[in-house]
């Protein structure tokens, strides 16, 4: 009876285990203190996206081409500029040990909707739902995920709007 008890228990116990290990890659990384001219220049125009969805190389080029910024000049005096691109590398997805990177390799990706991680996370969502109103685009991660800016992707705590 207690090595059944033992067995149920070392059962229960991994179960939880490799749940906890499936959702994990859906919480980035966040530093405790995060840098306030990301916070305010970056989400002046869009979701101040998290820097763990980027490798350094893509934070790098997005950057170095500030002037011609997805079709908008967002460039920024010197000052502002080092202490964001010091921000994005030092929480960039470089930094995540786990397995499935953002864009593993040298191939260098400015669009997050581009990455082989974005891909996998939004692989049963039918191109339709980000054409919606409700959504915008691909780009807008808090259409359905309430807690993106906090790098918060759980798929258990996404709401698809209608």
């Not at 170095?64 to 500029?81: I, M, P, Q, R, V």
Request: aromatic share 6%; charged share 25%; with cysteine.
């Amino acid at each position: 009876m207690r090595y059944l008890a033992s067995l149920i228990a070392a059962s229960l116990l991994l179960a939880g285990t490799s749940h906890a290990e499936e959702h994990e890659g859906r919480r980035l990384a966040m530093p405790a203190k995060v840098s306030a001219a990301w916070k305010t220049e970056c989400g002046s125009c869009h979701m101040a996206y998290p820097p763990g969805l980027l490798p350094g190389r893509s934070w790098n080029a997005l950057m170095d081409n500030l002037s011609h910024h997805f079709g908008s000049n967002a460039s920024l005096d010197k000052g502002t500029e080092a202490e964001i691109r010091q921000f994005l590398l030092y929480a960039s997805s470089d930094r995540d040990t786990r397995p499935a990177k953002a864009a593993p390799g040298e191939r260098i990706v400015t669009r997050i909707t581009d990455t082989a991680r974005f891909a996998d996370w939004h692989e049963e969502v039918r191109a339709d739902v980000f054409r919606r109103q409700s959504v915008g685009s691909a780009a807008n991660c808090m259409a359905c995920h309430r807690g993106a800016e906090q790098g918060n992707f759980d798929e258990h705590q996404v709401r698809i709007p209608r």
